[in-house]
């Protein structure tokens, strides 16, 4: 089982550095700009970067790759 650790400081993808960064920016101008609504959508690109999950979460999209038919 992979614990909390790993799963932050691991699979760090192109996806991953985008959220983050994204995130950090619109932080930057929510401070600037005083702006709530800013603040709530840069936490959220923040923690979707830090525990690395998305819409569906972790690979929620992704299809089952186990044979059905054993």
């Known amino acids: 089982m992979e614990t ?3 799963k932050i400081l691991t699979n760090w993808h192109l996806i991953r550095w985008v959220r983050l960064i994204m995130g950090l920016l619109i932080a930057f101008q929510a401070f600037q ?9 840069s936490a959220l690109f ?13 690979a929620g ?10």
Request: proline share 0%; hydrophobic share 35%; aromatic share 6%.
């Open 4 to 6: 909390i650790r790993e």
């Open 33 to 41: 700009s005083k702006d709530i609504l800013f603040g709530l959508l």
């Open 46 to 58: 923040i923690f979707q970067a830090i525990t690395n999950t998305g819409c569906c979460g972790t």
């Open 61 to 70: 999209c992704s299809v089952d790759s186990r044979d059905k038919n054993l």
